[in-house]
């Protein structure tokens, strides 16, 4: 017999402009810093071979990451700054900053408390695993 789920006890809290104000100033911080430390130029490993195929629109190891290149090749078609190898590294950048923004949103959204969804997002942002992806294509 399945239990349903009372909706009663689960409240999300609802978003004002000072969230998506919040939610603005934690993609522009995350943007600032990881553009200030990313990688300059063609890196190595899967990171080359993602620069490389966004440009020729080939396919790389399995899984693919269709997505993945289709959005660096708009990316590098759109954003005309340095090389190709470094617009890959700066749309994982912008993605990576989104992600925070999107975190802080979402934490306010279910925890209620701005604070502890800007610390939420902070934490994820500075921490050396995340940091390290944001970088590098």
């Known amino acids: 017999m399945m239990q349903q789920c009372d909706n009663k006890h689960y409240k999300l809290y609802p978003l004002t402009h000072w969230d998506f104000i919040l939610a603005f100033l934690c993609f522009v911080g995350g943007l600032v810093?990881?553009?200030?430390?990313?990688?300059?130029?063609?890196?190595r490993d899967d990171s080359a071979e993602f620069q490389t195929l966004a440009y020729t629109l080939g396919?790389?190891?399995?899984?693919?990451?269709?997505?993945?290149?289709?959005l660096a090749k708009l990316f590098t078609l759109l954003v005309p700054v340095r090389d190709?190898?470094?617009?890959?590294?700066?749309?994982?950048?912008?993605?990576?900053?989104?992600?925070?923004?999107?975190?802080y949103l979402a934490g306010r959204m279910l925890a209620g408390w701005r604070l502890a969804a800007v610390a939420g997002a902070l934490s994820l942002g500075t921490i050396d695993l995340f940091w390290s992806q944001a970088i590098i294509a």
């Open 84 to 103: 190709i190898a470094y617009r890959v590294n700066l749309l994982s950048a912008v993605l990576a900053a989104l992600v925070l923004s999107i975190l």
């Open 59 to 70: 396919m790389t190891h399995p899984t693919g990451y269709p997505v993945y290149l289709l």
């Open 33 to 43: 810093l990881y553009v200030r430390t990313l990688a300059p130029g063609l890196l």
